[in-house]
């Protein structure tokens, strides 16, 4: 007896397109009371409201305007002073001025490798090999160890006796003012790139980019190369 022949199976389609999740939503509950039809107040009239969406990216604040980058730098340079004034006023026996040149080492290392590591990742996104929310985001991790190198310098250096007579020892002193300077107009410079809605950064946010890593490198091999002039001499 011939077994006739089965009809093959259709193949079942797969639909290449990912179904959506449905929409979340909370439910509110209303309570009525007797004066309004007359419904028990455990029993309430429910419904469905969509979920609201996330809220809006938060703005410039006051503390990103350049009233408080001059109102910084007043106070960096009243600090300078007060550094200046406890290096001429403090006697300092060897064992603290050891402890300081070991701290001022560190707070360089800190401060200054931030700086260049900062430098670096801008370099990446320039050839290519970075996106610029990757080089700005990496920047923005790196200011707590550069202010902190940097106020670490200050500290330190007053009680490494430097000689105010000196002329490279007061330009070293508006070096760091000028470094300070430039390091809080730097976080406007980063916020004004961050909020840029552009597809290429403009050119005038990138010339001012440009011209706050010269300034920095200036100021820190300039600062540098005084301290260990100093040292030497």
């Excluded at 990446?124 to 990757?134: C, K, Y």
């Amino acid at each position: 007896m011939t077994r006739p022949d089965t009809a093959p199976e259709s193949p079942t389609l797969i639909s290449p397109v990912t179904p959506l999740a449905p929409r979340q939503v909370r439910a509110d509950t209303v309570s009525w009371g007797a004066m309004h039809g007359g419904r028990p107040p455990g029993r309430g009239l429910t419904r469905r409201l969509p979920t609201p969406a996330g809220e809006p990216e938060r703005p410039l604040a006051l503390h990103d305007s350049w009233l408080a980058v001059v109102a910084a730098a007043v106070l960096a340079g009243f600090t300078l002073a007060g550094a200046a004034w406890i290096s001429v006023h403090v006697e300092v026996d060897s064992a603290l001025h050891t402890a300081a040149l070991f701290v001022h080492l560190a707070s360089l290392v800190l401060g200054f490798g931030g700086v260049l590591i900062a430098d670096y990742l801008v370099l990446l996104w320039i050839s290519g090999r970075s996106t610029l929310a990757e080089a700005i985001g990496g920047a923005e991790r790196l200011h707590l160890p550069i202010w902190a190198g940097l106020a670490g310098l200050v500290a330190s250096g007053a009680l490494l006796e430097p000689n105010l007579a000196s002329a490279l020892t007061r330009t070293k002193l508006v070096l760091v003012l000028l470094l300070t300077v430039n390091g809080l107009q730097a976080l406007i410079l980063g916020r004004r790139i961050a909020h840029s809605d552009a597809t290429h950064l403009p050119a005038r946010l990138t010339l001012w980019g440009a011209a706050t890593a010269l300034v920095s490198q200036l100021c820190w091999w300039g600062a540098v190369w005084i301290g260990f002039w100093n040292a030497e001499n």
